[in-house]
Nanobody, 121 residues
Framework: QVQLVESGGGLVQAGDSLRLSCAASGRTLSWSAMGWFRRAPGKEREYIAAISASGGVTDYAFPVKGRFIIFRDNAKNTVYLQMNSLKPEDTAVYYC??????????????WGQGTQVTVSS
């Protein structure tokens, strides 16, 4: 069983940066692609970014491309999401997820509980 715990959320102002972390336990995730998703109030959960098991391939959704960076430290069993130039529309609960596969396509089957990010204007 895999447990994922997100941290690093908080309240920031527009233009600020924030780094989210997702620590995994239960088994090594060095063979798993990892992803970040978010759910804004009143909206469906949306895909944000993903990284392959090796870290060599990353993928981003259009709204965050050029502002967010996903990276991982397999030695620490942790994946990160560096969020720069934050906008009020980035306000959401952010979730990390783990795949059973090494490629970014997913599917993502293990989910964390989420961490709240609020960006004020």
């Amino acid at each position: 069983q895999v447990q994922l715990v997100e941290s690093g959320g908080g309240l920031v102002q527009a233009g600020d940066s924030l780094r989210l972390s997702c620590a995994a336990s239960g088994r090594t995730l060095s063979w798993s692609a990892m992803g970040w998703f978010r759910r804004a109030p009143g909206k469906e959960r949306e895909y944000i970014a993903a990284i392959s098991a090796s870290g060599g391939v990353t993928d981003y959704a259009f709204p965050v491309k050029g502002r967010f960076i996903i990276f991982r430290d397999n030695a620490k069993n942790t994946v990160y999401l560096q969020m720069n130039s934050l906008k009020p529309e980035d306000t959401a609960v952010y979730y990390c997820a783990a795949s059973e596969r090494s490629v970014v396509d997913g599917p993502y089957v293990y989910w964390g509980q989420g961490t709240q990010v609020t960006v004020s204007s």
